[in-house]
Structures are given as C-alpha cells and as structure tokens.
C-alpha cells in the first residue's frame, strides 16, 4: 500500500506578475480580468502602439487598465515606461517622482513584438541610464542581440557578452531585471553577477523544451520570444527557479494575440498563459518536489526587489482536475491559450 505524501492544496500569499502584457482598448478589456483574477499586481509592458514612451502616457494607460477592470476586482498595475533612442533623463525624474512609473524597458530595435522604436545603441542612452541609476529605477531588459548573423537560438547568450556585461561593467549601481530568461547561461550570469540583478522566469519556460513546438507539426501557440530551448537550459530554468535564490521571481510574459495573428504563415511571437499562470507554476514547482519554494518566487522575491510591500492576503491552489477553454474571446476575435483544451492538474481557488 503506497502512503499519498504530496499535498492536496497549497496556500500562499497572493503573488504578483512582475511582467506582463495588457495591450490596450478591447483587447484589454478581454485580457484584464484573467490576470486580475490571479495576481494581485503586475508589471505592466509599455510596448503598445505607439509605445507607452512618457510619464503622460503611463498614466493615461494606467487609468484605462484601471477603468477597464470588471467592478469587485481589485488588480494593481504597475507602470513601465519604453525606452528609445531619445528618451529625454529629465523623464526618468518625472517618472520616479510619479510613484506609479516602476521600471523602464529596454527593447533592442526589432528584437521582438512591436519593438520597432526601440533602441539602436544603448550608449546613445547612457545620460538617461545614468539618471535611472542614481534614482534607482529599475531597467528591465529583453535580452537578446537583434544581429541576423547570430543563430536565433544563441541570441540571448550573446546578448551577455556583448550587451550585459558592458552595461554593468559602466553602470555598476543599476537595479537590471534581465526578463523572461531562457538559457542556462542567463540563469548563471544572473546567479553569480555582483549588484543588484535579478530575473524573471516564465510558467512555459520552466515547463516545456523547444521539441514542443514541433511536436506532430508546426504549433503556433508554443511560439514566443525568447524563443523555447534544449531541455539543458529548461532545466537550469527549474533549478533556479525553485533554488530560494531571491535573484529570481515569477514573470508570466503572458502576450495575447488574436488567432488570426498566430495561426498564419508568419505568426506572431508570444504565448498567452493568464487564465492559468498559477496552476502552471505549481505544476513545475510540484515536478521538483519545491512546492515549498513557490510562494518566495511567486510572492516575496519580486516586491522585495522593485521596493514594494508584499501583498497581505493568501490564495489557495487546490489539487482538482479541469479543462482550460479552448479559446477565449478577445476583442472582436479570439484568443488561443497556451493548453487551450487540455487538462489542467491544480485549481486557483
Ligand atoms: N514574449 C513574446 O513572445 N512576445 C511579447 C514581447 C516580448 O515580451 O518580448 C509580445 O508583446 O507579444
Ligand atoms: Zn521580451
Ligand atoms: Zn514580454
């Protein structure tokens, strides 16, 4: 007779998205109230079009997030402004002085969804970057080179050498999230880095190699940047993630787009996890027996990091079986979640 030793329900305290995307008019009002229903707050994206680059427009988005939010929900948003080439520094004091702007992003021009204005040349950033540092406004980073020459797969490792260590090495004192890694080169660069540097990990990441893209043929859905690696990395992603290290918290990058934009022949980059964030995680922290680690990657490590208290109440995942939707609606189309149709193993109460 076999004892049953995992357990049945988990709770912990409410935890936070430190990155996601909530794009903008309908589309928003479709996507909000699923990660309202599982964060507390997140990390809000500016890469909208055209880009949330001010102050000014931050707040006109923060307050169209918050209009949009179903009556009774309570949801956080927390603002990040775009950098670009011109980004002026007198921004980043407007921005800090906001108290609703958290972080600036970085997207390296063409690297990855509606990065277009991005930027070209960080060092054309340095007098901007240099204010960041002194106020201590984190940079968030999408870390990977946009140089065609470089294997698509490779692109995040050289973003390291090329990119991170230089920065660093000029900015010592800058608060960088290097987001959504995927390589277990990211994993130790960020493990073993002197200053303040920490990472986001997505549910995917951790959950699945890039043979899931193509199994039984070409699956749109699994399609993200960066892109899904060899398990070698998945596995370093897993080992980080569950370690306790507090360089490391939870980061869904979840980015709806609509059917239409990934089914086709060039589809879109993101996968859309915000009806089931939580089940996901629990579900990798489970795999490696780190249940116990989840609610300081979930809920401690990314308020403790931004400077922000940590939320107070608790949620509960329950073990119960259920089917995600296929798709859900999304403006005037629909949305494919990432294991739409497929039976999911926990329950977020
Ligand atoms: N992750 C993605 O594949 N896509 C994101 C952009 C990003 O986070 O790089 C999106 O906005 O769709
Ligand atoms: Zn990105
Ligand atoms: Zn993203």
Redesign the pocket.
Known sequence: MSTIDTPQSLTITRPDDWHL?LRDGAALASVLPHSARQFARAIV?P?LKPPVTTTAMAQAYRERILAALPAGMRFEPLMTLYLTDNTDPDEIRRAQDSGFVHAVKLYPAG????SDAGVTDLARCYKTLEVMQEVGMPFLV?GEVTDQEIDLFDREAVFIERVMRPLRRDMPELKIVF??ITTKDAAQYVAEADGPIAATITAHHLLYNRNEIFKGGIRPHYY??PVLKREEHRLALMTAATSGDERFFLGT?S?P?AVGAKETSCG????YTALHAMEMYTEAFERAGALDKLEAFASFHGPDFYDLPRNTGQVTLKREAWTLPQSVPMADSTLVPLNGGEQINWKLL
Do not use: K, P, S, V
């Open positions: 995307h994206m890469n690297a990855t969804t509606n999408h987001e959504h993200c940047l990058d980015a787009h879109c980059a993101g996968c």
